[in-house]
């Protein structure tokens, strides 16, 4: 799913002391009261979220015209028999989360914020009441992805079957598959609210507060346990993983109904076959500017932009004449005051693009023309 071309204008996520927003890209898209949520299930988990998904398209679902209702339950039924038995269940010492069955060798793809620091598992399948013993291959924060192995797959292990994001529409119907609270095998439905979004998570333990690009949004009922489970076509195609709800924070954590983001499909099995095959992610899809960099504070105590602390040698920053020291200001078109609002506007962008980049030098304006690196593990 490729993200929208209007310009991002990143809104940052978390409390702030008009109420907390959500970071979102497009134009400037403001949810008083909201904020983003982690959904795996615990006892420091405390908060639920909702989402939808959309109306049937030729890419993603197959309710022949005129057969009504009955038709669309029996499309629901069906999605449900193919999928389900793909969808497990991942306890962790800290709680509990969802996964997807990747493959017939036992890797199970999941939400880094489910696995954590943990690095042995129980898992329950879907058809099964015994847990499995799992183990963890790799974890990928940086996009929340994470897999882990069973140590003895059993006989007709079902891996799921992923679908092409890139042709997820708005108005498509979805259905999610996890175990939200505990209630494993639960199926929820909605429609494709949005595409493109680039969101921020919280920080919290086992959530580092990553920055993801191109989620799609959903309607569907995503709440804690949710993290790391599937959001279905009705092609009984996975089309992204379960990652984050919004609860409302004037309803002290309530939660923010039809608002929930998946992963999509694209990035989870580009990072999942890297995870399995390298142990690490070495193209990660991402953009990067091969920085390292902090918020940089004006006079006045106020965060006005992202100081360069170092740079790779070669990278698109040093090769574009880029120095520590530098205060990045603007990202292309999107105001830059915070490291946090530089992660997003990279978000939204893609490896291999230019970026004008504005800065502060010893006090004078600059501009570099970069060409976009790739984010590594």
């Known amino acids: 799913m490729h993200p929208k071309k209007e310009p991002t204008r990143p809104i ?7 109420g907390p ?3 979102l890209p497009g134009a400037a898209l403001t949810l008083a009261g909201l904020l983003v949520s982690g959904c795996t299930s615990g006892p420091s988990s405390s908060s639920t ?5 959309a109306s049937p398209s030729p890419s993603g679902s197959a309710i022949p015209p005129g057969n009504g209702g009955l038709q669309l339950q029996e499309d629901y039924q069906r999605v449900i028999s193919n999928v389900l038995p793909s969808v497990v269940q991942i306890t962790t010492p800290n709680g509990l989360g969802s996964g997807i069955v990747y493959d ?3 890797n199970i793809v999941t939400n880094a914020h489910v696995v954590g620091a943990a690095q042995t598992f129980a898992v329950s399948l879907a058809n099964s009441t015994k847990t499995l013993d799992a183990t963890l291959v790799a974890s990928y924060p940086e996009s929340d992805l994470a897999v882990i192995r069973l140590a003895s797959p059993p006989d007709g292990l079902r891996p799921a079957a992923f679908g092409d994001s890139t042709k997820v529409e708005v108005g498509q119907i979805t259905l999610a598959m996890g175990s939200p609270l505990g209630l494993s095998s639960s199926v929820t439905q909605g429609i494709v609210s949005a595409t493109g979004r680039t969101v921020t998570e919280p920080r919290s333990p086992g959530a ?3 920055t993801i690009g191109n989620m799609v949004q959903t309607s569907a009922a995503i709440n804690p346990g949710n993290s790391g489970g599937a959001l279905v076509n009705l092609n009984s195609q996975v089309i992204g993983i379960n990652t984050l709800a919004a609860v409302d924070q004037e309803t002290n954590g309530g939660a923010a109904q039809g608002i929930g983001f998946a992963i999509p499909a694209a990035t989870v099995t580009n990072i999942a076959d890297q995870l399995i095959k390298q142990g690490k992610v070495t193209n990660s899809g991402r ?12 006079s006045k105590f106020q965060p006005a932009g992202a100081v360069v602390v170092s740079t790779t040698q070669g990278g698109p920053a040093a090769a574009a004449g880029l120095q520590v020291g530098d205060v990045i200001t603007k990202l292309g078109d999107t105001d830059i005051n915070s ?8 978000a939204s962008l893609q490896p291999g693009g230019k970026v004008t980049v504005t800065f502060v030098r010893d006090g004078q304006r600059k501009t570099a023309d970069v060409t976009l690196g790739t984010l590594e593990s």
């Open 12 to 18: 940052p996520a978390g409390p702030r002391p008009n």
């Open 21 to 23: 927003r959500l970071l």
């Open 49 to 53: 979220a909702s989402t939808s998904t």
């Open 104 to 106: 017939t060798k036992g």
């Open 208 to 210: 580092p507060g990553a």
């Open 287 to 298: 953009a990067a500017l091969g920085i390292t960099a902090r918020t940089y504070f004006n």
């Open 339 to 346: 490291l946090g609002a530089l992660t997003t506007a990279l």
